[in-house]
């Protein structure tokens, strides 16, 4: 058997014709002895439906077990009846339903791996076990142990400029060209004063430390304009010749006090007051 006779069956559904079949499902058109796979319920009908299966392991299902009841039967615990995908014209006989189990693909480690269909009491099928019989069809499935195939991994491919990394070091700075030149320090907008205060652009454009820069870096300074007029106004050299610079013994020596007056009038005794009599 081939890889995929092991991938187990996850879904079973009905469908009218190769045009409503699911894409991922695979249509039993033909039965093991040759002959057309159109379940009819009466002779004189040409249009039949068919049986279909998926093994398609996206959903992470798988189906555990099959059976065909009849419909005085009660459907079993944990099963359910298979899907029809249908024209408007075609209806699935109710006298004799297919149910399966699905269950999640990693709690069970056996599954049925292969659905085949054969003419009534015409063939047996070995390593098959007998579903049982509608519409002059006899329905069989396997099981067995499964397997699911490992995804590989696409190969990815490495950008010429990883290729091109070394560990040997950097390589040396290209000389300045038009091409690399380094950008333009940004425009600063600036109010005209009388007082001017440049930082310098060492101090600004350092970018040995980031940590180092801060908001007010680069914003240049001015007054208020209240205080610009006072700024521009002229100080008298005599004024300045006028101010006498006072030493620290000067200091002392000018405004030395003693507090005798308050030590003396502590002194005085308060005079004592006498009751009249």
Request: glycine share 6%.
């Amino acid at each position: 058997m081939s890889s995929t006779s092991f991938r187990p069956i996850t879904a079973v559904a009905w469908t009218s014709s190769g045009t409503t079949c699911p894409g991922h499902f695979t249509l039993i058109s033909v039965t093991e002895d040759g002959a057309t796979a159109s379940f009819t319920r009466g002779f004189g009908l040409k249009s039949g439906y068919y049986l279909c299966c998926s093994k398609d392991l996206s959903g992470g299902m798988v189906v555990s077990d099959v059976q065909v009841i009849s419909d005085k039967e009660t459907l079993p615990h944990g099963y359910c009846y298979i899907p029809e995908y249908m024209d408007s014209k075609v209806s699935v006989w109710k006298k004799k339903r297919v149910c399966v189990r699905i269950v999640p693909v990693d709690s069970v480690t056996t599954a049925v791996l292969d659905i085949r269909i054969t003419a009534k009491s015409k063939m047996m099928l070995q390593q098959y076990t007998c579903l049982g019989d509608m519409l002059g069809y006899v329905l069989w499935c396997m099981k067995g142990p499964f397997s699911i195939p490992v995804p590989q991994a696409k190969p990815r491919r490495i950008s010429l400029d990883i290729g091109k990394m070394s560990l040997d070091g950097a390589a040396p700075p290209l000389p300045l060209r038009p091409s690399n030149q380094p950008a333009a320090p940004p425009r600063l907008s600036h109010r005209h004063s009388n007082l001017d205060v440049k930082e310098s652009p060492e101090r600004v454009c350092d970018g040995t430390n980031i940590h180092g820069i801060t908001a007010m870096d680069g914003v240049p300074f001015a007054l208020h304009p209240k205080f610009e007029a006072r700024a521009s106004e002229t100080v008298s050299m005599t004024l300045l010749d006028d101010i006498r610079i006072k030493s620290v013994q000067d200091i002392e020596n000018e405004y030395n006090y003693t507090f005798a007056v308050e030590e003396l009038a502590a002194k005085r005794s308060c005079p004592s007051v006498t009751s009249l009599t």
